[in-house]
């Protein structure tokens, strides 16, 4: 299962390290943010909660307002729990008029919850996602890094239970 962080959520002493050992290859503390991020999210499993965003804030000397505002913006970060694998099924247009709701439904049934939620085993978590840029391979999803294009309920299905 996801691992909240703490209230109060402190970073790990090899986080603040690396982030020190980054500061002189970026030249601003707002440059380092998004190295910084990847560590905190890394080392508070998987996700940034307002502990951790304040933390990495308090790290920079940033305001947690910024930080939490790029956070928001860039879909790399998580602000909810999340699985250890990740399902962005695209809903969009092209993947919805080729059959992208009776993937959502598989996804559903499969998986036990809906979207946006984790496995209670933390195996995966799926969420319904714009566009991909894949349209010409409707429809598709990624899962973690990989494109998965012309999906049919049965691709879907088999690769989802191939997660381990
Ligand atoms: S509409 Fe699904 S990838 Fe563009």
């Not at 980054?22 to 307002?50: D, F, M, N, T, V």
């Not at 804030?57 to 939490?68: F, I, N, T, W």
């Not at 990624?142 to 239970?161: A, F």
């Amino acid at each position: 299962m996801s691992q909240s962080p703490p209230a109060g959520f402190q970073l790990p002493a090899e986080v603040i390290e690396k982030v020190a050992s980054l500061r002189s290859r970026y030249p601003s503390e707002e440059a380092l943010l998004l190295p910084a991020l990847h560590l905190a999210q890394k080392a508070a499993g998987g996700w940034l909660s307002h502990d951790v965003i304040a933390a990495v804030a308090d790290l920079l000397g940033l305001p947690a307002s910024k930080v939490a505002g790029v956070v928001s913006f860039y879909d790399m970060f998580h602000e909810q729990p999340v699985g250890r694998h990740r399902v962005r099924l695209c809903t969009n247009l092209s993947c919805q008029l080729r059959g992208a709701d009776e993937l959502a439904a598989l996804l559903r049934r499969e998986l036990g919850v809906d979207a946006g939620e984790v496995t209670p085993d933390g195996r995966c978590s799926w969420v319904e996602f714009e566009c991909l840029g894949s349209c010409d391979t409707a429809p598709m999803a990624m899962i973690d890094e990989d494109y998965h294009e012309n999906l049919t309920p049965d691709r879907l299905l088999q690769t989802v239970r191939r997660l381990d």
